[in-house]
C-alpha cells in the first residue's frame, strides 16, 4: 500500500531553517572539504548547524572531521552525535571502514531510512554532502526535502563546468533554489566560469585557489581554517 | 527505540490515508516488516498503541514480519537471510540502515555483495481498514 518513511520526512526537518546540499554534477571537485568547511563556518559564527554525508559510497567528511569513536544515540530514533561542534550523520557510523556497493535504488531506501528516523535538533543550517552526479541522491532530495536548496562546486576546468551547467539548467527548471556556484581549484586568473555563471542568472559565490596544503589539515578541522579553502568558505559563510 | 520513530512514520502515512479516503474512524492497520531489519515488534506494538490519535482509538494493528530473500545479480542465485550467520554488531548496522547488507553479506554461491532484497527489506504499510 505504501512506504509510511517518507511522509515523516518533512516533520523531522521541519526544526531546520535551511537545508543546503553541496553538490556537483562531477565528482573530484572538492564538494566534501567545502561541505565541511560550510558546516564549521557557520557553526563558528554562533549558528546551530547540523552536517549529513549523503555520499554513501565514497563517504569522507568523518575523515576530514577526524570523527572516531562516535555513534549516534537511539532515543525514538537516532540522534546524531557532535563533532566538532556539528550534528554529525553519515553512514560511516553502520558500514564502517567497508565498501558499501548501493545500487540507486538501494541509496535511494538509505537515504529514505536515514532521513526518517534521524532526529535533528532545532538547527539553523544542515549541510548535506551530496554524491557527484545528477541521479538519485540529486533527485531525491528535491522530492524529500521541502527546503532544500543546493550549493553548487565546479573547478575551471570544461570538463566539470560543462557538466555543472546543464544540473543548474535541470534546477532552475524544477524551480529550486540554487545558493550559487564556488569555482574551486582554480590556478589560473581565468573568469570564464564566473561570466558564464552570470550569464545563467545566478550567483557566483566565490573562487578558491588550488591548496595543496589542504592535505594536511585532513582530520584536523581547525587547521583546516589556515588553507584556502578554509578561509574562502569562512568568507562565503558570512554572505549565507 | 529507534522502531519509536518507524512507528511515528507509520502513523502519521496512516493518518494522511484515512484523511484521503474518508475514514472517521480507522478498525485496522496492517504493517508489514522484514526481517532483514530485525524490527522489535513488542516495541512497534507499543510505539503505535502511544501514539494513536483518537481516530484510531479503536484500531487494532496487526504486525507480521516477513521473510527476506535475496537474489545475486551475478550469478542469479536466491536464498533467504539469516541472521545467526552474522555477529551481533552487524545485525545492529543492518537494524539502522537495512541497505547496509551489502556490505556485510555476500552471495553464498558466488560471493558477490551486488544482489537485490527481492523482498522482506523493512517496514511497510499494507492495509488500513474503516468506516467512513
Redesign the interface.
Known sequence: ????????IP?RLSRVRRVVAVSSGKGGVGKSLIATSLALSLAERGCRVGLFDLD?TSPSTHLILGANDVQPT?????IPPKVAGLEYMS?V????N??????GA??S??LI??L??T?WNELDYLVIDSPPGIGDALLDLVRLVPQIEFLIVTTPSRLAFETVKKQLRLLQELKIPVVGIVENMKMTQASSVKQQTEALGIRFLTEIPYDPAVEDAIGNPQKLFSTAIGRKVRELSKTM | ??E???A???I???I??AEKEGLAQVTEVT?KIGNLQQVERPILRFALSQLRPSRFKDAKFRIFTAKTTLKCRVCGNTWVFNKNSLDKETVE??H?????A???IKCPKCGS??FE?EQG????????KGVK
Do not use: Q
Not at chain 1, 74 to 78: A, Q
Not at chain 1, 93 to 96: F, H, I, Q
Not at chain 2, 96 to 100: C, G, K, L, Y
Open positions: 500500500m505504501a512506504d509510511p518513511r517518507t511522509s515523516i516533520e554513501f537511539e532515543d525514538k530514533g537516532l553512514l557510523y553502520y558500514s564502517g567497508e565498501a558499501a556497493p548501493l545500487r538501494e541509496t531506501n538509505a531510512e536515514l526518517a528516523v532526529l | 527505540m529507534h519509536w520513530a518507524l511515528e512514520a507509520v502519521k502515512t496512516s494522511e490515508i504493517v548496522a543492518i539502522f540502515v537495512p541497505e547496509v551489502h556490505t556485510y555483495p551486488d532484497i527489506r523493512g517496514i511497510w504499510l499494507e492495509t488500513i
